[in-house]
């Protein structure tokens, strides 16, 4: 059976998904080069990605499915989850037969772990709009670094350019070596792969004032690790300002 | 002082509060300007509670003129005391913004020498930051019972969020507990925002002109809410509830908040208790979102022949368990406005049902897919006329298979569970619950 191998990036990804859903026979997997293992069985089919069949395919997604299900698709990709790529195409296969009422098929196996993936990112999104904290370096910029479990740098970038229109910043995914800078409203998505940043007195008191406000606020005799946890899982805090190891 | 020693007084002062959220707002950012709001809230961080921390929550000032029984800035106790300056306290909120540590300003105050000064203060923190600084973030305020309509009308103007404490869930526990604040100070500003929010002219005391909004002026656009603390007095569960929903239906409050009575302070009118009443939080909390959001009233969950929450099993399931006349329910079929009835059905998961079954006809199967808690549900629901619970008319039956965690409840193991409740309960055998149900369909 065909596994399909494209480069990691989203133009690759509807290359191949536009390759995959042509064939008749269903492929037995759609991985990103650096994962793929093919067994003896496997055809390995190599994908260079295509812009005119990366605009096809979006094309046909919008207007034979719908808007909606683009979104679903491009969320589910930027989920990184292992089995994204093989669920969207399930997830296409089934949009392209029935239209725009796939996404009602919710308890359908091929739906549904779309719809997952796009939950998750979704609340990864939201939640690090809250969780991202800013530290403003001595060249007067505010620095932050992240490393999310999905590629949602690109999806909180707007919120941060539309509110800190004042400020220069910048939002650096260490996990992946991508980063967004912010100036006057506007944002743009670039490779960074290291940074080096140094803060004055001032900043260290600001870090301080929060670390210690952020120790008292909880009232002792209601303390309760375990709903913090839920909230706040332990892999977001090692970005934090703030200390929940030691409050 | 130090700014930051002023904060730690501040902060710890003012962390019993219970409001955190920074919803109900939209607007967009500006150019060349800080801040925007989000109508969703958006939670910062979570402290070792596991309470949200949206906003900057501090007092304005924790010295106070009054001397009320439940509160630790009360006049008699002996504790450090401190105040912000307006400025102090709108350049710290600034700074904290541009961080991303919070979502933007909560600012209360003990009172200081009196409501009115106490009021200017922090309507002139709120000045500083909309119109000096340009924030566009969100600011909840407290109002200071006692304080002029005039200053809580721009109180009202300057903030996304209002909202004036009630305290005590009664007149008479507030005359008792905080003799300094009437239920008519309280009252009085509550009924002015409402009036400002829906935009009527507002009835107030002495026919003072106030000045109406001008075009464009938003006036408490996240809406008003309050907060009574539970435990220190004693009403029960069901005057409690009955008092919330009176203040969502009469003030068209946004949250009606509740905080377990934790002891600050030692005063003999003051009940001796062990630690704060949680679980009691908690149901009140529950029965509060059946009210906003499930269709409940307070006399449908509570009634006064049986005035406080199960201790075992939350309100909507001691609901059903009284109704099972309306019960099972085949999830194919029946509204929306009764799958939310259905214990272990959230509004999360009742959404996605009524979108499911138009697509497919839907088993227990697909249900957990969807997300709804079947260990409750099952005994209220039919699957495509399938009845996969214990027993759908006896609710001591189901009450035990819900509450007791060696007891299981799946369809598999349903014969033989019984068998042995059977020995050793016989009267709460049901024989045949399946052909009940299947006679039906």
Redesign the interface.
């Known amino acids: 059976m065909a596994v399909y191998v494209y480069d990691g990036e989203w133009e690759g990804l509807l290359t191949a998904l536009f390759h995959a859903l042509a064939d008749a026979e269903p492929p037995a997997d759609i991985q990103p080069a650096a994962a793929v293992q093919p067994t003896f069985f496997d055809t390995v089919i190599r994908i260079q990605s295509d812009p005119d069949t990366v605009t096809r395919l979006a094309a046909g997604i919008r207007r034979r499915i719908s808007d909606k299900a683009f979104h679903n698709v491009l969320y589910a990709y930027l989920s990184e989850e292992d089995d994204s790529a093989m669920a969207i195409y399930r997830y296409l296969k089934l949009g392209f037969a029935i239209g725009r009422?796939v996404?009602?098929?919710?308890?359908?196996d091929r739906v549904?772990p779309v719809l997952r993936m796009v939950d998750r990112v979704s609340f990864e999104t939201?939640r690090l709009?809250?969780?991202?904290?800013?530290?403003?370096t001595t060249d007067g910029i505010?620095y932050?670094s992240i490393s999310p479990d999905g590629q949602v740098i690109g999806l909180m970038a707007p919120?941060f350019a539309?509110?800190?229109?004042?400020?220069d910043w910048i939002i650096h995914d260490v996990k992946r070596g991508l980063a967004v800078l912010g100036r006057?409203?506007e944002w743009q998505l670039v490779s960074l792969p290291y940074i080096e940043a140094e803060f004055d007195e001032e900043e260290l008191?600001?870090q301080?004032?929060?670390k210690?406000?952020?120790k008292?606020?909880?009232?002792a005799?209601?303390?309760?690790?375990?709903?913090?946890r839920?909230?706040?899982p332990v892999r977001y805090w090692k970005h934090?300002?703030?200390d929940?190891y030691r409050? | 002082m130090e700014l930051m020693e002023k904060l730690a007084i501040l902060g710890d002062a003012a962390k019993y509060d219970v409001s955190c959220s920074s919803s109900g707002s939209r607007r967009k950012g500006k150019p060349g300007e800080l801040g925007n709001a989000a109508p969703a809230g958006i939670c910062h961080s979570w402290a070792a509670d596991g309470r949200c921390i949206s906003l900057l929550k501090v007092l304005q000032t924790n010295t106070c003129v009054y001397n009320c029984a439940y509160c630790q800035n009360r006049r008699d106790n002996d504790l450090p005391r401190a105040a912000f300056t307006p400025e102090e306290l709108a350049d710290l909120t600034m700074a904290f913004y541009r961080r991303n540590f919070i979502e933007g300003l909560f600012v209360s105050s003990a009172v200081d020498p009196d409501p009115d000064s106490t009021m200017e203060r922090m309507i002139r923190t709120l000045d500083l930051l909309r119109n000096t600084h340009r924030f566009h973030g969100y600011i909840h305020i407290k109002i200071i019972p006692g304080a002029s309509p005039e200053l809580i009308h721009r109180a009202g103007l300057l903030a996304d969020r209002v909202s004036v404490n009630i305290e005590l869930p009664s007149a008479k526990s507030l005359r008792l507990l905080a003799p300094q604040k009437t239920s008519q100070a309280i009252l009085a500003p509550m009924t002015q925002i409402t009036e400002g929010i829906a935009e009527r002219h507002p009835a107030l005391p002495g026919r003072r002109v106030i000045p109406m909004r001008r075009p464009g002026e938003k006036y408490v656009p996240a809406g008003q809410t309050t907060q009574m603390i539970v435990g220190a007095s004693r009403e029960n569960d069901y005057q409690i509830l009955k008092l919330s929903e009176g203040l969502y239906r009469r003030f068209a409050m946004k949250r009606v908040y509740f905080s377990a009575y934790i002891p600050v302070v030692t005063d003999s009118r003051l009940p001796a208790v062990a630690g704060p009443p949680l679980l009691r939080e908690h149901r009140l909390y529950q029965g509060d979102w059946l009210l906003r959001f499930y269709g409940f009233s307070a006399d449908e969950i509570l009634d006064p022949q049986n005035p406080d929450f199960d201790t075992d099993l939350d309100p909507k399931c001691c609901w059903a368990l009284r109704h099972l006349d309306q019960f099972p329910v085949e999830v194919n079929r029946a509204p929306y406005e009764m799958l939310l009835r259905v214990p272990g059905i959230g509004i999360r998961s009742a959404r996605r049902i009524v979108t499911a079954r138009k697509a497919q006809r839907l088993s227990e199967e697909h249900l957990k897919k969807l997300g709804v808690v079947l260990k409750r549900a099952r005994h209220f629901i039919t699957c495509a006329g399938a009845y996969a619970g214990i027993s759908c008319d006896n609710d001591d039956l189901i009450r035990r298979v819900l509450t007791d965690p060696r007891l299981p409840s799946t369809v598999n193991l349903r014969m033989h569970e019984q068998l042995s409740l059977f020995q050793s309960h016989p009267a709460l055998f049901d024989p045949n619950p399946l052909s009940r149900v299947s006679g039906e369909l």
Do not use: C, V
């Not at chain 1, 996404?103 to 359908?108: F, T």
């Not at chain 1, 539309?162 to 400020?167: K, N, T, V």
């Open positions: 009422t996404d009602r098929h919710m308890a359908d549904l939201h709009l809250g969780l991202t904290r800013f530290r403003q505010y932050s919120h539309e509110r800190m229109a004042d400020m006057n409203g008191a600001y301080q004032a929060w210690a406000y952020y008292q606020a909880a009232i005799n209601r303390k309760n690790p375990k709903l913090r839920n909230y706040m934090l300002i703030e929940p409050a």
